[in-house]
């Protein structure tokens, strides 16, 4: 198992990396599924607004691209790109604060991979509720010498 943070560009302000690792990882498995490898990758507006065009023909600015590379339903393989630019300013219009923001969307990447949508309304409400529940299991309880 592998989860992996890189910064492209700016720098993600995340703490608590093992702790945080240990949380996506108990979130996967709740849901039923074993990370394999997992590359979060933190990024300035520009860098995804490019990827966001060319890879999904969207020229809009977004807060995060999730890419599956799952080769198997219960395994979870992928690359999550999030504009730490966005959940900054998501973070102020929401009146929240920006680690909140952070972790409800490194969960919201995760989510996608386990199967979840966001596009129609009640995907959305579905969604929220995920990210929520996801909220309240930080910080996870973490056995001595399981994360690495």
């Not at 977004?62 to 504009?83: A, C, H, L, M």
């Given at each position: 198992?592998?989860?992996?943070?890189f910064?492209?560009e700016i720098k993600?302000?995340?703490?608590?990396?093992?702790?945080v690792?240990?949380?996506?990882?108990?979130?996967a498995?709740?849901?039923?599924?074993?990370?394999?490898?997992?590359?979060?990758?933190?990024?300035t507006?520009?860098?995804?607004?490019?990827?966001?065009?060319?890879?999904l023909?969207?020229?809009?600015?977004?807060?995060?691209v999730?890419?599956?590379?799952?080769?198997?339903d219960?395994?979870?393989?992928?690359?999550?790109?999030?504009?730490v630019?966005?959940?900054?300013?998501n973070?102020k219009?929401?009146?929240?604060?920006?680690?909140?923001?952070l972790?409800?969307v490194?969960?919201?990447?995760?989510?996608?991979?386990?199967?979840?949508?966001?596009?129609?309304?009640?995907e959305?409400?579905e969604?929220?509720n995920?990210?929520?529940i996801s909220?309240?299991?930080?910080?996870?309880?973490?056995?001595r010498?399981?994360?690495?």
């Amino acid at each position: 198992m592998a989860i992996n943070f890189f910064e492209e560009e700016i720098k993600s302000s995340l703490t608590e990396r093992r702790q945080v690792k240990a949380w996506i990882k108990q979130i996967a498995t709740n849901k039923g599924f074993k990370v394999n490898t997992l590359n979060y990758i933190f990024c300035t507006d520009d860098y995804l607004l490019d990827i966001n065009v060319n890879y999904l023909n969207h020229d809009t600015f977004t807060d995060i691209v999730t890419f599956d590379q799952s080769e198997k339903d219960t395994e979870i393989e992928g690359d999550i790109y999030i504009s730490v630019e966005r959940v900054k300013e998501n973070a102020k219009n929401l009146n929240t604060s920006y680690k909140e923001e952070l972790l409800r969307v490194l969960a919201h990447g995760l989510l996608h991979l386990c199967g979840y949508k966001d596009k129609t309304e009640n995907e959305k409400k579905e969604m929220r509720n995920e990210e929520n529940i996801s909220l309240s299991l930080y910080p996870p309880t973490v056995p001595r010498g399981t994360v690495n």
